[in-house]
């Protein structure tokens, strides 16, 4: 496939990465050349300096034989008017990265359409999503979504209320609801590990469950025991765009969100979207007065959202060490990406980069891939795949594919049928057009993408 991607910043050349590794063939551009350098030095794509809303650059590009256009630049702008006249030369998908999601109106029929786009996302909504997400309950580190709307992955955490401690697989005493979900992963001591039925489950262990999201949530009802669940107190370290829609939403629900803000300037042009009875705290969110000021001994939960990297690892730290039940670092740097899953003082760890990046993959469709940081650690990645009609795997049960070609790297997650979602055993039989999410390595996807046609 010809893919184009614009914008040769932290997330094109994320993009173009991954997409190079899965034999894509890739061209970048970028207003600088800055980028390009870091890019030949490992990737084998095609570099273009230039303004991709100049027609011109887009045809030296090749633009009008590209499958697809990737518009993932800073300036929304450009994004938008690249998408539509890679879409007037006759580019059979575009995907727009957009600052805001308000930049279109149902209302008045100015839809992404409207403008040739096929998909668009907001980089600080989708964030915003996956760390509320993550606020539902204490446990859960990370929700993962798929192309199913109605399947998740949730990797969570047992703690010493979970009745699951000290217990095998095997020996679960609600089996029926055992039966709706997978438990397809588990790390533990750092460690990957497929659980089988005679592993026991330890407090501390991050569980893989995946499923039907009320089927998951029923069994995450069950393995968290009897907290508290209610949030008394967030505090927010960072007053931008991400901190605002966050808190919105926590301000919907009924919960007491703080803040804290080095500069007064941010503060104050922050609080004019805020509520009258706001509290902002000003000053450094690594001062450990400041965050006693804002109370953080009595916070549920701490979320660093700082520009500066270093400062959101930082105040979480400081903020578990003085009180907070759980810490939710952001960061933007993808070096940081698989850092921060080896920090276990950090409960959930995001990054702004990794998180558009898997909605790009999301919104790419078919045999569409997810990095998640922790299995990253581990040269594992999400990955769906698409029985066709060629496939050897049509007619064959789960079993028959497992004893006789599945690696023991690889484990099938879900099957996608139609708008339905199975939990799959060695009895599910694999049918034309079903779409299975499986935990794979490099090695392991090359093995097992054969059998798929």
């Known amino acids: 496939m010809k893919i184009i991607i614009i914008g040769a910043g932290e997330l094109g050349q994320l993009l173009a990465e991954r997409l190079s590794i899965a034999r894509n063939d890739v061209t970048i551009i970028d207003v600088s050349k800055e ?36 518009a993932v630049s800073g300036d929304q702008a450009s994004n938008i008017l690249a998408c539509m006249i890679a879409k007037h ?45 993550s606020l539902k309950r204490h446990v859960i580190l990370e929700s993962i979504q798929f192309s199913n709307h109605d399947a998740t992955l949730v990797t969570a955490v047992v703690t010493s209320a979970s009745p699951l401690q000290g217990v095998h697989l095997q020996d679960i005493p609600n089996y029926e609801l055992l039966s ?15 659980p089988r039925a005679d592993t026991m489950i330890y407090q501390g262990d991050k569980l893989y469950i995946a499923g039907h999201k009320e089927n998951v ?22 007053a931008n765009r991400l901190s605002e829609i966050i808190a919105s939403k926590l301000l919907e629900e009924g919960t007491e969100v703080r803040f804290v803000e080095d500069s007064r300037q941010k503060s104050e042009e922050f609080l004019n979207n805020m509520p009258d009875d706001v509290m902002m705290v000003h000053g450094d969110i690594t001062d450990e007065e400041v965050l006693k000021e804002a109370g953080i001994a009595k916070c549920d939960t701490f979320i660093g959202i700082e520009e500066e990297d270093e400062k959101n690892i930082l105040s979480c730290i400081l903020a578990k060490r003085l009180g907070a039940r759980k810490v939710v670092a952001v960061t933007h740097k993808p070096e940081y990406i698989s850092i921060l899953p080896a920090m276990d003082v950090i409960d959930s760890g995001f990054n702004t ?78 049918k034309e057009g079903d779409i299975v999410a499986a935990i794979v390595t490099p090695a392991s996807e090359e093995q097992i993408k054969p059998y798929f046609g």
Request: glycine share 6%; hydrophobic share 45%; aromatic share 8%.
């Open 35 to 70: 980028g390009f350098a870091r890019i030949h030095e490992k990737l084998d794509v095609m570099t273009l300096a230039g303004d991709a809303t100049n027609v011109k650059i887009m045809e030296e590009a090749g633009i009008q034989k590209a499958d697809m256009l990737l």
């Open 89 to 133: 030369l006759g580019v059979q998908k575009t995907i727009c990265r957009v600052y805001s999601m308000d930049t279109f109106d149902a209302d008045l029929n100015i839809k992404p359409e409207f403008y040739g786009i096929d998909k668009a996302f907001s980089s600080p909504a989708e964030c915003a999503n996956s760390i509320l997400e």
């Open 180 to 194: 709706k979900i997978r438990i397809a992963a588990l790390v533990r001591d750092s460690q990957l590990m497929v």
């Open 217 to 238: 949530e029923q069994f995450l009802d069950y393995a968290e025991g009897q907290p508290d669940r209610k949030r008394r107190l967030v505090i927010i370290a960072g």
């Open 353 to 430: 980069t990794l998180v558009s990046l898997n909605t790009i993959f999301r919104l790419m469709g078919e045999s569409s891939f997810r990095i998640d940081s922790r299995l990253l650690a581990f040269q594992a990645f999400l990955k769906e795949f698409t029985i066709k009609p060629s496939s050897t795997l049509i007619g064959k049960t789960l079993r028959d594919f497992r004893n006789s070609t599945l690696p023991s790297s690889a484990v099938l997650a879900m099957i996608f049928r139609g708008n339905d979602v199975i939990t799959p055993n060695g009895d599910t039989e694999l």
